[in-house]
């Protein structure tokens, strides 16, 4: 069976490349397919989080969520820390991944930076976290930026790794489920399906309107970076209007992009803000100067975003209605996750005496 699961930290602002490259796309999908939307709080605190500002920050999560368009009838809604089985597996999975394959994550080597020996031993073992968090419910689909494309792979790994590991035993208890994609590597039976990323579209990395070269982050100490969910109308037109551009006018066809990581950012976030292709917005858009695309560019930003923002403003006067969708979520969320955790730990022989 289908499932989706994805997750955003609640580590600060909440930006358009968080939007565009997850949020939005979460909100189709609960139509398509049972779908669980997690505020990812232990992974937040791999790096150093004031407290009083975590609760905050995942509150304004669950609001964008919810503003967003994800409807928690449909949906699952919650906090990570909430449903212990998040926890649990990830440790198992501690012991599943090998040192080496986190070793070489890129996220890992940026966040920790030259001082090495002082970060968290959690920033390093995210990945496997992040594994559990998907696994946990046996998710088939997660939709994310691309920038997590390696730690998605590295769950494929892990979830491969344990199928092998346990085919036998997996075999005798009778847990594992055909393999959809025999191959004589792979065993016959699965427990953890093999999940399917979903990367995709015009805006799977959206960058920094001062650097093109560079994501938008949410840990960007320059505000003009980035858009933030919560930006008034006039910050947003003045965040486009600094943007940094190059003089030429925008091209005609896609080729024209190449070489022009300013120009192509700004394409993108039109075309995914609209719903169209890059093409389609060069299509109307070709042999323009940015003084006239930033300010459509702006508009559409607006009008698209400023709901959104007062919703959330509304959710967020509210935390007694943000606190009992969560809790309503962990129990659904832990209704499905607690059997799974069951068997994992009778394949790994853990004696359970009740
Ligand atoms: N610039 C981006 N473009 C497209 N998608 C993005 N995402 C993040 N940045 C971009 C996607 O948003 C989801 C949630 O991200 P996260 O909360 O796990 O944090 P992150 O990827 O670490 O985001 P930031 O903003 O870059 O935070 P910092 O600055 O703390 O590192 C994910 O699906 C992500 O792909």
Not at 39 to 66: F, G, K, N, S
Not at 251 to 258: K, N, V
Not at 279 to 297: I, R
Not at 309 to 324: G, K, S, V, Y
Request: proline content about 7%; charged content about 25%.
């Amino acid at each position: 069976p289908k499932r989706v699961f994805s997750g955003v930290q609640p580590t600060g602002n909440l930006h358009l490349g968080n939007y565009l490259g997850a949020i939005s796309r979460f909100v189709p999908l609960q139509d398509e397919m049972p779908s669980i939307y997690c505020v990812v709080d232990m992974h937040a605190i791999t790096v150093w989080q004031d407290p009083a500002e975590l609760t905050r920050a995942t509150r304004e999560v669950t609001a964008a969520y919810l503003a967003a368009g994800i409807d928690p009838k449909k949906a699952i809604i919650f906090n990570q820390s909430q449903v212990k089985e998040h926890a649990e597996l990830a440790w198992i999975f501690n012991c599943v991944a090998r040192m080496g394959w986190l070793s070489r994550m890129t996220q890992f080597k940026e966040k920790a930076g030259k001082n090495r020996e002082n970060a968290s031993v959690g920033l390093f073992a995210y990945p496997a976290l992040m594994a559990a968090d998907i696994l946990a419910y046996r998710a088939t689909h997660v939709p994310v930026g691309d920038d997590q494309k390696q730690h998605l792979e590295l769950t494929r790994d892990i979830a491969q790794k344990f199928n092998n590991d346990f085919q036998d035993r997996i075999k005798e208890l009778g847990l594992g489920v055909p393999n959809p994609e025999p191959s004589p590597e792979t065993p016959d039976e699965l427990f953890f399906p093999v999940t399917e990323p979903m990367i995709a579209g015009p805006a799977t990395r959206i960058m920094s309107l001062r650097d093109g070269t560079k994501k938008m982050s949410k840990s960007d100490p320059s505000d003009l970076s980035r858009i933030n969910l919560t930006d008034d109308t006039d910050t947003i037109a003045r965040k486009f209007k600094k943007a940094k551009t190059d003089p030429e006018p925008l091209p005609g066809e896609i080729e024209g992009l190449e070489a022009r990581p300013e120009a192509d950012n700004l394409v993108g976030i039109y075309a995914a803000l609209s719903g169209v292709t890059k093409a389609d917005v060069l299509k109307e858009y070709g042999g323009q100067q940015f003084s006239t695309f930033k300010p459509a560019l702006s508009e559409l930003a607006v009008e698209k975003l400023s709901p959104i923002a007062a919703e959330m403003r509304n959710l967020i006067a509210d935390p007694a209605h943000i606190d009992a969708v969560l809790k309503d979520g962990a129990e659904r969320a832990a209704a499905i996750a607690e059997p799974i955790l069951h068997d994992v730990k009778r394949i790994a022989g853990f004696l359970e005496c009740r």
